[in-house]
């Protein structure tokens, strides 16, 4: 139905930035809201940021401030800017589109997550 990937993670030092990027791809879909998530080892996945078709954004209290959620016109790629990342941002992001496919109840796909690491 939809199929979600993400991309850009990697290894950066404290302070330093890193892009991930999530793209849908399916067919006869629409995206409607797009939201990050993190999941360390041991712990819960947790919210990081989210945004809506018209542009409306939320973000977790950790990251506001360094973290910046955005998306392209089309809605199937969603960006995540994290800026000033610190060893505690450490984990593996996934990336969840909504989307409604034709034929199909709305419903929830997730990407298989890309991993993020930061050394102090």
């Known amino acids: 139905q939809v199929q979600v990937m993400e991309s850009g993670g990697g290894l950066v030092q404290a302070g330093g930035s890193l892009r991930l990027s999530c793209d849908a791809s399916?067919?006869?879909?629409?995206?409607?809201?797009s939201a990050w998530y993190r999941q360390q080892p041991g712990k819960q996945r947790e919210l990081v940021a989210s945004?809506?078709?018209?542009?409306?954004?939320n973000y977790a209290d950790s990251v506001k401030g360094r973290f910046t959620i955005a998306r392209d016109n089309s809605g199937n790629t969603v960006y995540l800017q994290m800026n000033n990342l610190k060893p505690e941002d450490t984990a593996t992001y996934y990336c969840?589109?909504?989307?409604?496919?034709?034929?199909?109840?709305?419903?929830?796909?997730w990407g298989q997550g890309t991993q993020v690491t930061v050394s102090a």
């Open positions: 969840k589109a909504e989307a409604f496919v034709s034929g199909f109840p709305p419903g929830d796909y």
């Open positions: 399916g067919r006869s879909f629409v995206v409607f809201a």
């Open positions: 945004i809506t078709s018209r542009g409306i954004t």
